[in-house]
């Protein structure tokens, strides 16, 4: 970027270079891009569900070279140990000084940190990416440590195969700013795969722009304006979510066991702040708060016995709350159900 791009500008531009590159690599999964990218100028986490092959590996390290930004990669399985991710402390012989202690840093001092099959491994490894996470630091004997900037991790969990895994517990799933579901790619997408995969050249992405820039284009985000209406919209979405409140809908009280918090509400207000930045404007509206809705709060929704046993999907529910809350924020809105993307108003052109 050049020194006189405004952040708007720089933005708009950076991320359109960002896109094109990243799709020379990966077929489809656009809104998936998308939903990294927001992730990202967010200083959020994102944890991707899908069966393997789907190339979640694959689109991380695109990401993370269109940025150039650091990238480190840990299979998460059983025997894994907190030390193979923070680092350990190690005994080292100085010049003439004897014997010492040096911290030896692990993959997480990254810019970008790929946590595969991160349910493979025991809650006890799992919680060693908690604080990382949160505070951008991680603690070993006392010292803390404080992470590169930026900091992004990007977990997988594999949906089909869960005998012998450990679920993420509640207060570390809510870590992630997003959960995304990436599906199977259709006929056309598959032979341009193939097309691509199989032939004598490698597709490759370029660099686009800087990790400097990237910190930049996150400080940016938060100077975009989120109307009082549209803070208000989101509380009463989250709020909504919520089996024990009054204004929560008859299916949420008979299928949710509990609902989103606060950081739910956050991420939505986030999200919806670095789509406009995204697109080029300053102020978020509430299509920008729809279109992250789902991703935002699938992950922060429990069902009780009953909406398992009956196969209750979470966004079903997460679409029937957001009719609620836009009924009473401005008439003839709506969110669409299933990818989170906005829906146009009814009888609209």
């Known amino acids: 970027m050049s020194s006189d791009e405004t952040p708007i500008g720089a933005c708009v531009d950076g991320m359109r270079k960002a896109r094109e590159q990243i799709a020379r690599v990966i077929v489809g999964q656009d809104e998936v891009v998308d939903l990294a990218l927001v992730a990202l100028l967010c200083e959020g986490h994102v944890l991707f569900e899908g069966v393997p092959g789907l190339g979640k590996t694959l689109l991380v390290r695109t990401l993370a070279d269109t940025l150039m930004m650091a990238f480190s990669r840990v299979q998460f399985t059983p025997d894994l140990m907190p030390a193979d991710i923070v680092g350990a402390t190690m005994i080292s012989e100085g010049d003439g000084a004897g014997i010492g202690l040096r911290f030896e840093p692990g993959p997480i001092f990254a810019n970008v940190l790929l ?5 493979r491994a025991s809650p006890k490894t799992q919680s060693a990416l908690l604080q990382g996470m949160q505070e951008r630091s991680v603690t070993v004997r006392g010292r803390s440590y404080p992470l ?16 012998g895994t450990y679920p993420l517990p509640e207060a570390q799933i809510d870590r992630f700013l997003f959960k995304v579901q990436i599906g199977h790619p259709d006929r056309a997408e598959l032979v341009r795969i193939l097309e691509r995969t199989v032939g004598g050249e490698e597709a490759v992405a370029e660099p686009v722009m ?14 975009i304006v989120a109307p009082p209406r549209l803070l208000d919209l989101a509380s009463r979405i989250v709020l909504g979510t919520r089996p024990d409140r009054p204004e929560s809908t008859d299916r949420v009280r008979r299928y949710v066991r509990y609902g989103s918090g606060p950081r739910g509400a956050q991420a939505m207000i986030l999200a919806a702040k670095a789509r406009a930045l995204m697109d080029g404007r300053f102020n978020a509206t509430s299509e920008d708060l729809s279109s992250c809705m789902i991703p935002s709060l699938r992950h922060r929704i429990a069902l009780g016995f009953e909406g398992q046993s009956e196969g209750v999907a979470v966004e079903d529910l997460l679409a029937e709350v957001a009719r609620e809350a836009l009924a009473s924020y401005q008439p003839g809105e709506a969110v669409a159900a ?8 009814e009888g609209a052109s």
């Open 115 to 119: 946590a595969d099959e991160i349910n």
């Open 148 to 163: 590169p900037r930026p900091f992004l991790v990007l977990a997988t969990q594999n949906p089909l195969e869960m005998e």
């Open 210 to 223: 800087r990790r400097e820039d990237v910190a930049a284009l996150q400080r940016a985000v938060r100077e």
């Open 338 to 345: 299933g990818g989170g993307r906005p829906a146009p108003a």
